[in-house]
């Protein structure tokens, strides 16, 4: 078990040595790179804000169902929702929901490549077949996520708005004053960095899955879900680790 | 002319290739046949680096491909082209783009001189009014066809040919045969084909290596095969009913 992923992650980082050599053709890549900001990050926006909106309304409903005290002022609520969203969800629960929608699609389609026989075909035109099906997703997947994270706050914040005067939990004028009260940017500052880190964790570990698969379709489907899961834990272990060096 | 001498590969502990020497000649479609498992495929893949040899050497036209840099090994397999069993197209891809895939990677052409190698290719190869399709949209034959056109853009001096034949009806394994056997005399390139479909043996067998768990059981061409006394040989060709009754049959002849 401790063999197999001492193994396993020697071969993540000697994937990673093979992703980061000098491309063949920086407009290939280039080209490449923007198809995939546009299949994994603005084919994104939608299930974000989807999302974001309806979390944003629970946790201003959660927050306000926890402020029984009358002595409290409601623009708490406010508050209670922004710094929940910019601290946590959209930046540590909005990875994981992107681990399992771009991180599946990431090794399901790279999977997919590998057992038709498609990146052995890369590899004999001379073309370094990790670099070129890797590297744009990692930069796509890194330049997008702290965008998305900021869609996420937004939409989530407007949830909120949305939602807590609608159910008589706080005014309008309360729940702006909330949004504004104690702003820290720093906070923003340090999600936009656990962005980055996860961006990185959810593209290169679901490559890495779909890159090593052997066999046929079932296996695409088992590596698909060993690379959600694995992505899954390696951000809440980097949640940890950044939380406590930068907060 | 690549030239392989005393290959060994295992996997773990099973060895799956065990002193195969061969020389396969330009010019001429040089076919390896052999059961499936008998190591075809991974020899072919030893062939192109695709595994790495345990022992032995791999020259292409005496430069040794084995020790070779990585950097010089991009280089040669821009000389290379190969087929693979199920064609290996790029899904995202149209079947022209396909085609250009090697050009656009490699060449400084403008894109109407890659359009017109694409057209020249796809025209060789008699697909004409496919090129914006996907390649989910053309049949096997075709789609075979197309990874041939891929293979021979950059005007290859290898070419490389996994089960060309595998899936498709024997009319289209024909005219790919047909098609590889005419590249392979017009452009004066060296062919390996992997098969065991006994067809394409009679067919275009110029030169032949026949493989079985491993090892080298006997080499020859096509006229020869009929009359091998190589116990092995004769159990893989003679499986098929028509070819005893071809050789009963030339054998009543004489």
Redesign the interface.
């Given at each position: 078990m401790r063999m197999n992923i001492l193994n396993q992650t020697g071969k993540y980082f000697s994937l990673l040595l093979k992703v980061f050599s000098k491309p063949?053709?920086h407009s290939?890549y280039m080209k490449q790179t923007f198809n995939e900001i546009e299949t994994l990050g603005v084919q994104s926006v939608g299930i974000v804000a989807v999302i974001s909106i309806f979390m944003g309304g629970i946790i201003t409903l959660q927050v306000a169902y926890n402020m029984s005290n009358p002595l409290l002022p409601t623009y708490l609520i406010g508050l209670g929702n922004r710094d929940t969203l910019i601290l946590e969800f959209s930046s540590t629960i909005l990875g994981l929901i992107m681990a399992g929608k771009i991180g599946s699609n990431i090794t399901s389609e790279i999977g997919?490549?590998k057992v038709?026989?498609?990146i052995?075909?890369l590899?004999?035109?001379?073309?370094?077949s990790a670099s070129y099906l890797i590297l744009p997703k990692i930069i796509a997947v890194v330049l997008m996520f702290p965008l998305l994270y900021i869609l996420s706050v937004f939409f989530g914040l407007i949830g909120g708005m949305i939602v807590g005067p609608a159910v008589g939990a706080v005014t309008i004028t309360d729940y702006l004053n909330g949004i504004q009260y104690l702003f820290d940017p720093y906070y923003v500052t340090f999600s936009l960095i656990k962005c980055l880190v996860f961006g990185f964790l959810i593209a290169s570990i679901a490559a890495f899955f779909g890159y090593t698969v052997e066999g046929g379709a079932f296996d695409v489907g088992s590596a698909s879900t060993r690379a959600v899961v694995n992505t899954n834990i390696m951000i809440l272990v980097w949640d940890l680790v950044l939380t406590q060096l930068l907060l | 002319m690549i030239e392989i001498k005393n290959i060994y590969k295992s996997f773990e502990q099973k060895e799956v290739l065990k002193n195969i020497s061969k020389v396969f000649n330009k010019g001429e479609t040089n076919l390896i046949i052999g059961r499936s498992g008998s190591g075809k495929t991974v020899l072919l893949k030893s062939i192109v680096g695709l595994h790495d040899v345990d022992q032995g050497q791999i020259l292409y036209d005496d430069r040794d491909f084995t020790t070779m840099s990585t950097k010089l090994r991009k280089k040669l397999r821009q000389e290379m082209g190969m087929v693979f069993q199920g064609g290996a197209l790029f899904d995202s891809l149209t079947v022209e783009e396909n085609v250009r895939f090697p050009l656009d990677m490699f060449t400084e052409l403008t894109l109407a001189e890659k359009q017109k190698q694409v057209d020249f290719c796809l025209e060789r190869v008699n697909i004409s009014d496919a090129n914006k399709l996907s390649p989910s949209e053309i049949s096997g034959g075709m789609k075979k066809r197309v990874a041939i056109a891929r293979a021979i853009v950059m005007n290859p001096k290898y070419l490389f040919c996994d089960e060309p034949n595998s899936g498709l009806d024997p009319e289209t394994s024909l005219v790919i045969d047909d098609l590889i056997h005419s590249i392979t005399v017009d452009l004066q390139i060296t062919t390996i084909i992997n098969t065991h479909d006994m067809n394409s043996v009679m067919e275009i067998g110029d030169n032949i290596l026949f493989i079985s768990e491993g090892e080298m059981y006997w080499e020859g061409n096509r006229t020869e095969i009929l009359h091998t006394e190589n116990q092995k040989l004769q159990e893989f060709v003679f499986a098929n009913k028509q070819y005893q009754r071809i050789r009963d049959d030339k054998i009543n002849d004489l």
């Open positions: 063949e053709r290939l997919s490549m038709t026989e498609q052995d075909s590899e004999i035109m001379g073309v370094n | -």
